[in-house]
C-alpha cells in the first residue's frame, strides 16, 4: 500500500498548521478502508453507518458459508492429490459430520444473502453446522495448507463466531467489521486529531 501526504491540495486552498491530506493508494483488500474504520473506533464513532450494518452482517455471513464450503471442497482435492501426504484432511464420515457438510453444501448451493429469505431454523442450523465443521481435524489440517488455494485475514476469528454469527438476531459488531473483509469504493474523508 503506498501513502502520499501534502499540505495543500491541487486547488491551493489552505490547510490549517499541523492538517494534512493524505491519499492512500493499494490494491482491492489492502486494508485502506479498514485504516480509517479504525480511525473511527479510536475517535469513539460508529466503525460503519448504522444504515449499512445489515449489509456488513450479510457480508460477514456470506464469507463464512462460502469459505467453508471452499475448505469441504479443498479437504477431499488435497486427499485426491496425495492420498499419503493430506490424509488428515479428508473428512471423516460419520452421520454428524456428513449432516453438517451437508447442510453447509445445500445452502451453499441456493441462494444466500440479504435478499434471500432465510428461515431463523436455517439459519441456526448452519451457525450449528459451520461451528461443528470448523473444530474437525481434518478441515483445520486443510486450513493450514490454505495458502495453496486461498487466504483470507481473520476467517478464524469469524469462524469462532459462528453459531453467534448466524444467530437470526445478530447484527455486525465493530470488531467483526473490522476483522471482516467488506469491499469498499469511492473516497473517504476523515478528519484525525
Known sequence: MG????????????LKEGEYELLLLGISGSGKS???????????????????????????RKALLEFMTRLIIKSQSLYEQDKEKNANC???????TNAHRQCVMNISESSFGE?????EEDLTALGNALAY???????????AKRVQFEN???????????????HPKYFAINEDILKSRIRTTGTKKKKAV
Do not use: H
Open 34 to 60: 479498514t485504516i480509517f474504520k479504525t480511525l473511527r473506533q479510536i475517535e469513539g464513532e460508529e466503525v460503519i453507518d448504522p444504515r449499512m450494518v445489515v449489509q456488513a452482517t450479510w457480508v460477514i
Open 133 to 143: 465443521l470448523w473444530k474437525l481435524s481434518s478441515i483445520q489440517e486443510t486450513f
Open 90 to 96: 479428508l473428512l471423516d464420515t460419520t452421520t454428524e
Open 3 to 14: 501513502c502520499c501526504v501534502s499540505s495543500a491540495s491541487k486547488t491551493e486552498k489552505k
Open 152 to 166: 483470507e485475514p481473520n476467517i478464524e476469528y469469524l469462524f469462532e463466531r459462528a453459531t453467534d454469527i448466524m
Open 115 to 119: 435478499n434471500v429469505e432465510q428461515s
